[in-house]
């Protein structure tokens, strides 16, 4: 390995270039960290610091101390115990008084490492036992090892099986020293002119403090660093990516409003739209004007009202001559929308048609014909639509509803299916936290419909322990006499599906034993379509007052005289889902409410996700209270793009403003050097040729 140059590419240079790492380092830090490359190595971060510029003396120290540092000599070994309860206690002192340092493991090993008389640094959290100060399984090294880092000592996370083979957090630490003084200078990854203008530290000096920071202020310009240029470089890419594309393609131009959305406007639109509607259908309509195809995201709370813009977005595109097609992510779902549709289009001559895999021989042939003629002007359906079998005659615009369960690359199949691709509206109504729209959905412009229709009667959300079920059966009988009806919802409990039914059947009939007077129907999964149907139907038709279900239900279905959505088990569904649930009811002109059933003990999280519950209504606050419980890993969407993984410094659901600044800055250079030219920009043009090139390829996942 050379000693400091700029030639070599670390990312394809092996980790066992690196003193001290053989054959077996090599193959754990690969199976355990995914570390493979010199790259790789300096890139992986530390996940917390120890301020060790201060030793402390014995007689200071108390139980409730943080993390610290002591000098001095052990004066004595001992052994207790016997099999797993063995263990070496070294007695500690440095003349102010004692401590115990105990270890549980690896006792043979301590005690013929360490000596008595001579002097260590030990490192460690103390503790009170028997009345006597312990630290147990300390750090501790003569005095010359720790003076490579007189500031902050860097902590990084390891496995179990690398502690086990001493590969532990001052093994990588050391690895990190080596590795950093055997590389820099490195070439400077962002142009001067962005470091000065955001007040940036160099490359160099923040990988660096990232690792063995100076001090704490040395150490947030490290990290605002190199988050600063993940996230710009993140930003960067999706606003190429976006800019490519829209050069490569052009847009059908929609510029008539003609018969159909005129008739539909004046003749068969029930109530007024709401001003959000209005602006939402104002900035659909100048983008599929405008020459450029169309991919934007449509937020909006459940029950904003997004159908009924979908579907006067599709009129535009009868209007001027082309076929649309709406696609859900559940058969229940496209057919709700098909009826839906049908009923807003009463009277008017244009043919709607629903495509799903259970839709076969003749009526399929029917409908594959009736797309290739142009006959079928709205086709609703459910991914059966994307299948290389269904060919348009001219698709013009794609809705799809409720995007967080509609893969990536299932968007991307559709905009072969035309030379021309169609325009895209993708609807959520999962709010998605500004942070995430601008990552996960970053190349989509976004629509927001910010406001319910009138006269809706916000949900009351309420909070019951699983041992009052006499009080919550009371109130649900009640509302049946009122007239209302009654969601009961299972969560999926067992891995295996089976268990899942069982639960959900063991539910039902239990229901059915409470409640012998109601009719009660029963939706899940595995159902036939058919038979499933069925079951929705009699609800929706109002001959079941009672609908016992899992989550099948939580998206599209729509019962207006449904008031009380009762979840049980709530503790295990996350914030989203259950905001997504409490949405199937608070539809009518009645009150309706939200029960979460939840056993007594709960841990801290759930507590907050039902105080959150209970408090708001608001569907962006919540999606934004769920980033920062669970992180952005764990929402939809992200799972699916994987990029919460891909992050290796940055945190969304903490770094939202530092994210602006990037993707203004970004936008910014785009708009200075479109065609990347400029000469101070170059480092970044190369930079991001070559994070694409390498896996961090962002425009796969927008
Ligand atoms: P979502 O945004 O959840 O898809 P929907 O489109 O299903 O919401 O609308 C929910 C209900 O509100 C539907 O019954 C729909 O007909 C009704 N609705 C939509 N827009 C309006 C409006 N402007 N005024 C009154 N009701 C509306
Ligand atoms: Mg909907």
């Known amino acids: 390995m050379r000693s400091s140059n700029n030639m070599f590419d670390l990312t394809t240079q092996d980790i066992t270039y690196l003193p001290g790492v053989g054959p077996h380092r090599a193959d754990i830090l690969d199976k355990e960290l995914n570390?493979?490359?010199?790259?790789?190595?300096?890139?992986?971060?530390?996940?917390?610091?120890?301020?060790?510029?201060?030793?402390?003396?014995?007689?200071?120290v108390n139980g409730n101390m943080p993390y610290i540092q002591l000098k001095g000599c052990i004066l004595s070994f001992e052994t207790f115990g016997e099999g797993r309860q063995r263990r070496l206690v070294a007695h500690f002192s440095d003349n102010t008084g004692?401590?115990?340092?105990?270890?549980?493991?690896?006792?043979?090993?301590?005690?013929?490492?360490?000596?008595?008389?001579?002097?260590?640094?030990?490192?460690?959290?103390?503790?009170?036992?028997?009345?006597?100060?312990?630290?147990?399984?300390?750090?501790?090294?003569?005095?010359?090892?720790?003076?490579?880092?007189?500031?902050?000592?860097?902590?990084?996370?390891?496995?179990?099986?690398?502690?086990?083979?001493?590969?532990?957090?001052?093994?990588?630490?050391?690895?990190?020293?080596?590795?950093?003084?055997?590389?820099?200078?490195?070439?400077?990854?962002?142009p001067a002119y962005l470091l000065n203008e955001h007040h940036l530290i160099g490359l160099n000096e923040a990988l660096q403090n990232i690792h063995f920071p100076k001090d704490a202020h040395w150490l947030s310009k490290a990290q605002l660093r190199l988050k600063f240029e993940e996230l710009f470089y993140l930003q960067l890419d999706i606003l190429r990516y976006s800019k490519e594309r829209q050069k490569k393609y052009n847009g059908f131009v929609f510029n008539r409003i003609g018969e159909s959305f005129n008739t539909f406007y004046r003749q068969n639109l029930p109530f007024p739209l709401t001003d959000a509607q209005k602006r939402v259908l104002r900035e659909i309509r100048k983008d599929v004007g405008s020459g450029k195809q169309m991919n934007r995201l449509l937020q909006g709370d459940v029950g904003s009202g997004k159908t009924l813009v979908a579907l006067m977005s599709m009129l535009m595109a009868i209007d001027n001559g082309f076929q649309a097609c709406m696609m859900a992510p559940t058969e229940i779902l496209a057919n709700q929308h098909l009826k839906t549709i049908r009923e807003f289009l009463h009277g008017m001559d244009i043919r709607v048609e629903l495509l799903t895999s259970s839709v076969k021989g003749r009526k399929r042939e029917e409908i594959l014909a009736g797309l290739l003629t142009g006959d079928i002007h709205i086709l609703a359906g459910t991914h059966a639509i994307i299948e290389d079998t269904v060919n348009f005659s001219r698709l013009g615009l794609v809705i799809i509803d409720e995007q967080h369960r509609f893969g990536v690359a299932q968007r991307a199949k559709l905009w072969k299916k035309n030379t021309t691709p169609p325009h895209v509206l993708v609807m959520t109504a999962t709010p998605i936290p500004r942070t995430l729209a601008m990552t996960v959905y970053g190349d989509l412009d976004v629509s927001v419909i910010d406001q319910l229709p009138p006269g809706r009667k916000p949900i009351e959300t309420i909070h019951q322990f699983d041992n009052r079920r006499?009080?919550?059966?009371?109130?649900?009988?009640?509302?049946?006499?009122?007239?209302?009806?009654?969601?009961?919802?299972?969560?999926?409990?067992?891995?295996?599906?089976?268990?899942?039914?069982?639960?959900?059947?063991?539910?039902?009939?239990?229901?059915?034993?409470?409640?012998?007077?109601?009719?009660?129907?029963?939706?899940?999964?595995?159902?036939k379509p058919a038979e499933k149907e069925e079951e929705m139907q009699r609800f929706v038709r109002g001959e079941a007052q009672i609908m016992v279900s899992t989550t099948v239900i939580e998206v599209g279905v729509n019962v207006p005289n449904a008031s009380v959505m009762v979840i049980e088990n709530a503790e295990r569904f996350g914030l989203s889902q259950l905001h997504q649930l409490r949405g199937r009811v608070g539809r009518g002109a009645e009150q309706s409410y939200c029960i979460l059933v939840t056993g007594y003990k709960l841990s801290e999280e759930t507590r907050k996700r039902i105080e959150i519950m209970t408090r708001s209504n608001d569907g962006f606050e919540i999606a934004e209270a769920d980033l920062k419980l669970r992180g952005p890993g764990d929402l939809e969407g992200t799972q699916q793009s994987g990029i919460a993984f891909h992050l290796k410094i940055a945190d969304l659901a903490h770094d939202g403003q530092l994210l602006q600044y990037a993707r203004q800055a970004a936008q910014k250079l785009i708009g200075l050097d479109p065609d990347g030219t400029h000469e101070e920009n170059r480092t970044i043009w190369t930079q991001l040729k070559k994070l694409r090139s390498g896996n961090t390829n962002w425009s796969d996942i927008s």
């Open 35 to 60: 570390i493979r490359s010199l790259h790789d190595l300096l890139y992986y971060f530390p996940y917390k610091y120890v301020d060790r510029s201060r030793i402390y003396a014995i007689r200071e």
């Open 98 to 190: 004692i401590v115990d340092l105990v270890w549980f493991q690896g006792i043979k090993y301590l005690a013929g490492k360490y000596k008595t008389n001579q002097e260590y640094i030990v490192f460690g959290k103390p503790a009170v036992f028997n009345g006597r100060i312990n630290m147990a399984h300390p750090d501790i090294e003569p005095p010359s090892a720790t003076s490579t880092s007189p500031g902050l000592r860097p902590y990084y996370n390891t496995t179990e099986k690398m502690k086990r083979t001493s590969l532990n957090s001052h093994a990588i630490e050391k690895l990190e020293h080596t590795l950093l003084s055997r590389i820099m200078p490195l070439k400077e990854t962002l």
């Open 470 to 527: 006499d009080a919550l059966y009371g109130f649900i009988r009640k509302q049946i006499q009122e007239g209302r009806q009654i969601y009961i919802v299972y969560p999926l409990i067992q891995e295996s599906e089976k268990m899942d039914i069982k639960n959900l059947e063991d539910g039902y009939t239990h229901i059915c034993e409470a409640f012998p007077e109601c009719r009660v129907c029963k939706v899940h999964g595995k159902m």
